[in-house]
């Protein structure tokens, strides 16, 4: 798995990073959208989502700098180096969180990335190659997803029921519940 490697090579857990938001930082979006009373996201769902990210961003363990948008399109092969990422966005976090980005992807496909099958097959392969804790892993995924929708509503976007995000995050909600 080409983002698993990639992952794995520019892991370099352990270094304190000042310059760079962290997760907590990003998480406030959530109530940025819960304040503007904007109802294209239901309130449950933001809810769950912003108590979750919560928990986790309190309780990461090896906080690190992370990509914080890696995946298929972030990547290319270079003939020297092999693949690698690029358009970094830089976010310090732990190394379950960075799987999120390509668990949404690609966005222009959700009825393939956003089955649960999918979902958890690609889970499986990051959390054996990079010894991830699986259930941290879809329980970012989820939160993470409802984020991503809120950005896109504040970035303009049209968001309902069927938006790639939106599905997503319903898709693995049951997997957190199982867990």
């Not at 799987?99 to 959390?127: C, D, H, I, Q």
């Not at 892993?137 to 509503?153: M, N, R, T």
Request: a negative charge; one cysteine or more; proline letters at 4%.
């Amino acid at each position: 798995m080409i983002l698993a490697d990639v992952m794995q090579r520019m892991s370099c857990g352990g270094a304190s990073v000042t310059f760079a938001p962290s997760v907590q930082d990003w998480g406030m979006g959530f109530e940025r959208y819960l304040t503007s009373r904007d109802t294209k996201i239901p309130n449950d769902l933001v809810e769950r989502a912003r108590h979750l990210y919560v928990q986790l961003s309190a309780s990461q363990r090896s906080v690190r700098l992370l990509h914080g948008d890696l995946h298929h399109c972030n990547v290319l092969f270079d003939s020297d180096r092999g693949w690698v990422a690029i358009d970094p966005k830089g976010v310090v976090g732990e190394n379950e969180f960075e799987v999120g980005a390509s668990l949404r992807n690609p966005v222009e496909r959700p009825e393939l990335f956003a089955s649960r099958k999918t979902v958890e097959r690609r889970l499986s392969l990051y959390g054996a190659r990079l010894l991830l804790d699986v259930d941290r892993a879809v329980s970012w995924c989820f939160a993470q997803a409802v984020l991503s929708a809120i950005w896109s509503v504040e970035d303009g976007a049209v968001v309902h029921a069927t938006h790639p995000a939106i599905r997503l995050a319903n898709e693995v909600l049951p997997l957190i519940a199982e867990s």
